[in-house]
Nanobody, 124 residues
């Protein structure tokens, strides 16, 4: 299973970016082996943090408090793709963003697969 992210870049404060993550080698669906996808980010000198999560079919979506209302996670099961729409970006959103895929186990997402990351830089 491979995950490939795209869509990162440099943007000014208040701008927007849309990240994409394509899964190959498996299927993203509520009924398949990969039924949850998420986006993490890691800024220099900081721990990796979970930004947003979505289950196959989009039934459940959840966000970190510091991005709620600005970021939107969505999924296109037929395309094995998850997206992260990021609006009103702030300098503190600068980080490497990683896509993750896995399964729900006991109600919690367990991520088994990871992408290599895409850099997002927000200038002030």
């Amino acid at each position: 299973v491979q995950l490939v992210e795209s869509g990162g870049g440099l943007v000014q404060t208040g701008g927007s970016l849309r990240l994409s993550c394509v899964v190959s080698g498996s299927t993203f669906s509520s009924t398949f082996r990969i039924n949850v996808m998420g986006w993490y980010r890691q800024a220099p000198g900081k721990q990796r943090e979970l930004v947003a999560v979505i289950t196959g079919g989009g039934r459940i979506r959840d966000y970190a408090g510091n991005v709620k209302g600005r970021f939107t996670i969505s999924g296109a099961d037929a395309e094995n793709t998850a997206y992260l729409q990021m609006n009103n970006l702030k300098p503190e959103d600068t980080a490497v963003y990683y896509c993750a895929a896995g399964t729900l186990r006991s109600g919690s997402p367990k991520f088994d697969y990871w992408g290599l990351g895409t850099q997002v830089t927000v200038s002030s």
